[in-house]
């Protein structure tokens, strides 16, 4: 299985953020991409939802995020199942704090957020045995940054 973290963010914290989700994306690679949670979901995907300070607007474009589909691999034009989560983040709290302390937030707010599963996921896929390995690497992830 694949891992993607991404953002959907505004221009004042969009390369900060970047910045994090690829560290935190290379190390849920490396930490879990040969686990196999079945259900044939492909990736498991967190997206960070940080646009505005307003709860409701994020939660606004959160919406297109927590969910389940198929999409067309742009590389190989395979069909891609995945599930996918989003992490709503105020600006502010990206934007004020430094790398590393932002790194540990926003995995807890991972570790947080995926405590309730998106809508529709597949039957067979295990979300919960997922969500907990995800947690756990991000965990490994944060006491490494201390």
């Not at 949670?37 to 927590?66: C, K, L, Y």
Request: aromatic share 10%; proline share 5%.
């Amino acid at each position: 299985m694949r891992f993607r973290v991404t953002s959907v963010a505004g221009e004042e914290n969009g390369a900060f953020l970047n910045e994090a989700t690829v560290k935190l994306e290379d190390w849920l690679n490396a930490s879990l991409s040969d686990g196999n949670f079945g259900g044939g979901v492909d990736q498991f995907t967190i997206v960070a939802i940080s646009v505005d300070e307003e709860a409701s607007e994020n939660i606004r474009w959160s919406n297109a995020h927590n969910k389940t589909g198929r999409v067309k691999s742009p590389f190989t034009k395979e069909p891609v199942r995945y599930v996918s989560s989003a992490v709503l983040l105020p600006p502010s709290s990206v934007i004020s704090k430094a790398p590393h302390a932002f790194l540990s937030y926003f995995c807890s707010a991972i570790i947080e957020r995926l405590k309730s599963p998106p809508k529709g996921v597949p039957r067979g896929f295990e979300y919960v045995r997922c969500a907990t390995a995800v947690s756990m690497a991000l965990e490994v992830y944060v006491q490494q940054l201390t």
